[in-house]
């Protein structure tokens, strides 16, 4: 079996697993960047199971036809049930996801949320997807990374680990970054500018030169505000009082 449960000796880290047919896929571009930094730090664990290693018979197979007909396959309740068992008994760490368009959508509050918590197991998914009674009998959270279909939960996984790892503390440098950027007020972030001063014909903001910090922070809230109205309506209910829509943000 090749999982790296026994080897890891290090100090507590923030500890991510998955469950997949595509071990290989794991860290893949999580080594890069911020979060392979944090990786190669020990900021936080990577550890990928191939769900194959749990497969019984001489056939090794994981999916089976589905009942009631239909195109596909559909993954063996029995084998990721087996899976996950091991893996959790093996130091695996909750909340248990399951990675598909049927999930929740992700939000950052969510992301906070496991970001926050000791680690993460996550489930990814090939085929038409999983018997649903291993979902139940498991209960299992589902999570969807937006409304597309991805060709398997790898992917989605991979963007929610690259969105909770930049939380933890030390990844990103200053903690001012984190604070400023989308999401965190219910606003997407107001825009940005750098050298040089003048690009095409266009001319930074004015009020970005003056130095007065007070009347650039109220600037910028005001692009946020505006920024979100235009284009995330659904974002802005209580945050702005002149938002067009009012429902509860999520
Ligand atoms: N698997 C396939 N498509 C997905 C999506 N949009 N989100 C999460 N997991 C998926």
Redesign the pocket.
Known sequence: MNDNFTQNTTPPSWRATVLTLYPDMFPGPLNEALAGRALAEQIWSLNSVNIRDYAHGKHGSVDDQPFGGGPGMVMRPDVLAEAIDATLAKGAIGPVIY???R?APLKQARVREISAGAGVTLIC?RFEGVDERVLESRNIEE???????????EI?ALALLDAAVRLLPGVVGAAESLREESFEHGLLEYPHYTRPRQFEGKDVPEILLSGDHERIRSWRRAEAEKTTRNRRADLCAGTMSDCVNTRARP
């Open positions: 990675l598909t368009p999930g998914g999570i969807s990374i937006g409304d597309y279909v991805l060709s398997g939960g989605a």
